[in-house]
C-alpha cells in the first residue's frame, strides 16, 4: 500500500473518530422474537442433533471443503437485552464494544462471508456480520483490525424453528495482517477464543490456553455506554472436535504435533447487572445526526481509496 494513502488513512481515524456511530455490515438480523425462544437448560441446542455442525462451511479453500471452529457461544440462557442484535439498549454489539470488539471498518464488509447450520431448521445460512478487535476505539479501529490483522469473529443465531435457543454461535481466530492475507497465527482459534474471554472476563492474566480442560471456569464484568455486564464462562468438550483435520489453515495453526483445534468451546452466560439511569425499551434510532454526514462521506472517500489501493482480504 503506498504510504500517503496509510498515512491518510491514519490521520483520519481521529478526526473523524466520532462521525460514524454505528458501522455495520450485514442490515440486523430479525432475531429479537424474544417471546417465542425455547431454550434448552445447556443454553443452546447442539447442531449435530438436527443435521447441523460445529464446523463452518468456507468457500474457496485450498484444498476446497476446509472448515472453521464455532468455539464460542453466547448461551441463549443469557439476558434478552443482550441477545438483541442492536448498538442500542445494551444490545450485543454494545456487549461486544464493553470488551474492545466492534462491527467492520466502517461498516465495509471484508472477507469472505462463511456459511454455519446450527441444526436450527434454517440450513446453511450466512453469517450474520464479523465483529473485530478495535484496538481501542469503538468507531474506526476495527479498520486497525483489518489492515494490522488481530482478533476477530463471525457469529450466527440459533433461531430457527426447530431450535429456536436464540443463542449466538461465534467462529473465533487471530488472524495475520492483510498483507499476509489474513492467514490465521499459530494455535489462533484456541488463542483468538481464549483472548476473547479472557477481555469478556476482565482477566489480568492471559487465559492459560494449554491448561484449560472442560471444568475450567472464569467471571468477570465489563462495561460500555452505562451498561454493566456480568459474564460467566465455563469451557466444554464433546462438541467440537480436538484434531487438525479439515480445519481451514490447518497447516499453520497446527504444527509439531499440536492439534489446530482443541476441541474446548467457550460457553458464555451474560447477565446486565446495571442500566444507565434513564435508560428505557425504546427502540428509537440513535444514527449519525444530520449535521455529521459531511464528515462521514469524507470519511469514507478516503478510506475507500486507501482500501482500494491495499492487498485483496481472505
Ligand atoms: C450468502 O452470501 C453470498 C455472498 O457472500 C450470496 O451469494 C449467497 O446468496 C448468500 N446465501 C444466502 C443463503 O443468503
Ligand atoms: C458457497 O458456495 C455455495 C455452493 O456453490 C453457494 O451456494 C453459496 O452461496 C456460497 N457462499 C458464499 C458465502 O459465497
Ligand atoms: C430461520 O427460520 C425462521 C423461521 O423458522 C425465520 O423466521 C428466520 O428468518 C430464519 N433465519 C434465517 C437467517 O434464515
Ligand atoms: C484482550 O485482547 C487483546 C487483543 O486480542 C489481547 O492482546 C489481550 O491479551 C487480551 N486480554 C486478555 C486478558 O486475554
Ligand atoms: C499451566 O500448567 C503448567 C503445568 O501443569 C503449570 O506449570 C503452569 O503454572 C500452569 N499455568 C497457569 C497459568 O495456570
Ligand atoms: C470432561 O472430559 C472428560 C474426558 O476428557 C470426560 O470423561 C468428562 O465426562 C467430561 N466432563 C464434562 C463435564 O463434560
Ligand atoms: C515447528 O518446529 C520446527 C522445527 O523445530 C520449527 O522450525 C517451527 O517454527 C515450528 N512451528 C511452529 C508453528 O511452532
Ligand atoms: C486434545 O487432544 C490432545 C491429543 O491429541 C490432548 O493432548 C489434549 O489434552 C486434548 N485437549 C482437550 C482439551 O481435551
Not at 425455547?38 to 468456507?58: A, M, W
Not at 464460542?72 to 470488551?99: C, E, H, K, M, P
Not at 464528515?295 to 482480504?313: E, H, N, Y
Amino acid at each position: 500500500m503506498p504510504k500517503s494513502a496509510l498515512f491518510f488513512l491514519l490521520l483520519s481515524l481521529p478526526a473523524f473518530s466520532h462521525a460514524l456511530t454505528n458501522p455495520r455490515d450485514h442490515p440486523p438480523s430479525p432475531f429479537n422474537r424474544r417471546s417465542s425462544r425455547n431454550v434448552p437448560s445447556q443454553g443452546f441446542y447442539d447442531p449435530t442433533d438436527n443435521g447441523g455442525s460445529f464446523l463452518t462451511k468456507v468457500n474457496g479453500t485450498s484444498p476446497p471443503g476446509l472448515h472453521e471452529p464455532i468455539n464460542a457461544i453466547i448461551l441463549g440462557t443469557s439476558d434478552d437485552t443482550v441477545l438483541v442484535d442492536q448498538q442500542i439498549d445494551g444490545g450485543l454489539r454494545n456487549y461486544f464494544v464493553s470488551f474492545g470488539f466492534s462491527g467492520e471498518c466502517l461498516g465495509q464488509h471484508e472477507g469472505n462471508d462463511q456459511g454455519a447450520d446450527l441444526g436450527d431448521g434454517n440450513g446453511t445460512k450466512n453469517e450474520t456480520g464479523v465483529i473485530r478487535w478495535n484496538y481501542g476505539d469503538p468507531t474506526v479501529g476495527t479498520c486497525q483490525e483489518t489492515i494490522q490483522g488481530g482478533n476477530h469473529f463471525r457469529y450466527w443465531v440459533q433461531d430457527g424453528s426447530q431450535a429456536n435457543s436464540g443463542a449466538i454461535f461465534l467462529a473465533v481466530s487471530y488472524e495475520l495482517p492483510a498483507k499476509l492475507q489474513h492467514d490465521i497465527i499459530f494455535q489462533g482459534y484456541n488463542l483468538g477464543r481464549d483472548w476473547l474471554v479472557g477481555n469478556a472476563t476482565a482477566q489480568s492474566q492471559i487465559v492459560p490456553t494449554t491448561n484449560l480442560t472442560n471444568t475450567t471456569t472464569f467471571s468477570g464484568q465489563t462495561s460500555a455506554n452505562g451498561y454493566v455486564y456480568q459474564t460467566d464462562v465455563s469451557y466444554a468438550s464433546g462438541f467440537l472436535v480436538n484434531g487438525s483435520e479439515g480445519i481451514n489453515h490447518f497447516l499453520s495453526v497446527g504444527a509439531n504435533g499440536t492439534n489446530a483445534v482443541d476441541g474446548l468451546v467457550a460457553l458464555l452466560n451474560v447477565k446486565v447487572l446495571t442500566k444507565p439511569s434513564g435508560a428505557t425499551s425504546s427502540s428509537a434510532s440513535h444514527g449519525p445526526r444530520p449535521l455529521e454526514w459531511p464528515l462521514s462521506i469524507t470519511l469514507l472517500i478516503g478510506v475507500f481509496a486507501a482500501i482500494s489501493t491495499m492487498a485483496t482480504f481472505s
